[in-house]
Structures are given as structure tokens and as C-alpha cells.
């Protein structure tokens, strides 16, 4: 991760502050792997794309990882804590090397690629339904019914339900279920592990405690945003126990 560091990911915190979640997620992945542009991580899955905010994670704050919900049904609260490594999930029916699957059902084949983060900017503000035939449009390249083309309005349920499925499989990573059981009634239901959110809340904490650290530092000694930012967070600590902050 040879673009990461205090400084670049302040800028890129700040740059995110404004953005849309999913923005967000490309402008860190950006940062930190400053190889690929905004525009290239844009387009890449979004199991890819989660799968390097997990790596993000664990190079950031670490592998283990603490989250809290409500049974559904009790309203008794759970902790959870589990690690990265748990919730990294390998495609049961991968797709090819550059994301394209196909799907042959009920006499239709169909060919497409996975969504990607440009995919669902592109869907964000519309209703569901018009947004799933704009990402049906945008993401399935061929359509056949006995060797006559199709428009990818003109599926059926069960065939758009089957692609569905077969997005999933080839992108698991995409949508992350965690099995849960309430200790209090014993209740079993999945709750879906938003990778993005989740390091977004710490990303987000992490900025504003380093900020309020630098102007401790520098109200004390006069030093630079600069200086105390590229100071390891163990020295920034010390110096603070010194000045009582």
C-alpha cells in the first residue's frame, strides 16, 4: 500500500467529507493505491472494491473488528465481534478474469459483466424498478431468445432473477451476510456487513481525533500541521500526556 500514510489519508478524508458513500470509496481506494485512478477503481466489482477496503482495514486499524445490532425480535442487544479474514468470501461460480459471465435459461443466454461502483452512481437517484433496468441495460451485453436479440426490458422475472443470482455467485464479496442467533430468545436471522460504512465511521472518528491532536500540539510547541501529521501517532501521544491534553 505504498500511497498510504497519516497525511494522504487526512486529504483523502477530507476530499470524502462531501461525497456520496460510494465516492467515498473510490477516493480511498485511490489514495491508498494510488496506481489505479478514481475512474479505473470506479470501474472494477464491487466485490473487488470491498474486498481492497477490507485489506484497507487491516493495514489502517487492524483485522479485528467489533459491530452491535438489535434482535428483530426481542430487541435484546448483541455484540459481535469478528475479524476480516471471516468475512472474506471466495465466489462459489467465479466469473472470467475481467468480471463477463454468461447465463443460458429457459432458451434465452444471456452474456454481461458485474456491477461496478460507476454502475450503482449511475442508478443512485432513481426508483427501484427504473434503476434495475438501467443496470440491466448497462451491465448485460448480449441478450438472445431462440437466436433473436432482446431487450433487456423484455426479460422475464425468472431469467432477470437467474442473473441475479448468477451476479451474486461470481461476486460474493459484494454483499456480505452475517449469521446471527439472539442469546435471549434465540432468534436466527442474517444481517448484511457494510465494509464501506463501517470503515468509514472509524476513518471519519480517526480524522477528528488527529485534528484535535494537532491543534493541541500546535497551540502548545507552535509546530505545523505538517510535522505533527507525519509524527507516529505513539510520539503525538507522548508529547500530549507532556502538555496535559
Same mark, same amino acid.
Given at each position: ?24 470509496? =473510490?477516493? =480511498? ?23 481492497? &477496503?477490507?485489506? @484497507? ?20 442487544? &448483541? ?7 471471516? *468475512? ?17 435459461? $429457459? ?15 449511475? *442508478? ?53 451476510? *452475517? ?23 472509524? *476513518? ?6 488527529? =485534528?484535535?491532536?494537532?491543534?493541541? @500540539?500546535? $497551540? ?26
Amino acid at each position: 500500500m505504498p500511497g498510504l500514510n497519516a497525511a494522504t489519508l487526512l486529504a483523502a478524508w477530507e476530499r470524502a467529507l462531501s461525497q456520496n458513500p460510494v465516492q467515498r470509496a =473510490l477516493t =480511498l481506494l485511490a489514495a491508498a493505491w494510488p496506481d489505479k485512478s478514481v475512474d479505473q477503481w470506479a470501474n472494477v466489482s464491487i466485490g473487488e472494491r470491498d474486498g481492497y &477496503l477490507l485489506r @484497507l482495514r487491516d493495514e489502517v486499524f487492524g483485522s479485528e473488528l467489533e459491530a452491535t445490532t438489535v434482535c428483530p425480535v426481542c430487541g435484546e442487544r &448483541l455484540q459481535l465481534a469478528f475479524s476480516t479474514q471471516a *468475512i472474506r468470501v471466495e465466489a462459489q461460480q467465479p466469473s472470467s478474469g475481467d468480471g463477463r459471465f454468461r447465463v443460458e435459461a $429457459s432458451g434465452y443466454e444471456v452474456s454481461g459483466r458485474l456491477p461496478t461502483s460507476a454502475d450503482l452512481m449511475e *442508478i443512485a437517484n432513481r426508483p427501484d424498478s427504473a434503476g434495475r433496468e438501467v443496470l440491466l441495460r448497462r451491465c448485460l451485453t448480449a441478450l438472445r431468445s431462440d437466436g433473436e436479440v432482446v431487450d433487456p426490458a423484455a426479460l422475464p422475472d425468472e431469467i432477470v432473477k437467474t442473473v441475479i443470482e448468477r451476479m451474486a455467485q461470481a461476486d460474493p464479496q459484494a454483499e456480505v451476510q *452475517i449469521a446471527l442467533a439472539c442469546p435471549a430468545c434465540s432468534h436466527r436471522w442474517s444481517m448484511v456487513f457494510d465494509i464501506l460504512s463501517y470503515i468509514w465511521s472509524e *476513518i471519519d472518528d480517526w480524522a477528528q481525533r488527529l =485534528l484535535m491532536e494537532v491543534h493541541a @500540539l500546535a $497551540s502548545a510547541y507552535g509546530w505545523s500541521e505538517r510535522d505533527i501529521v507525519a509524527m507516529s501517532a505513539r510520539r503525538r501521544r507522548l508529547y500530549l500526556e507532556m502538555v496535559g491534553a
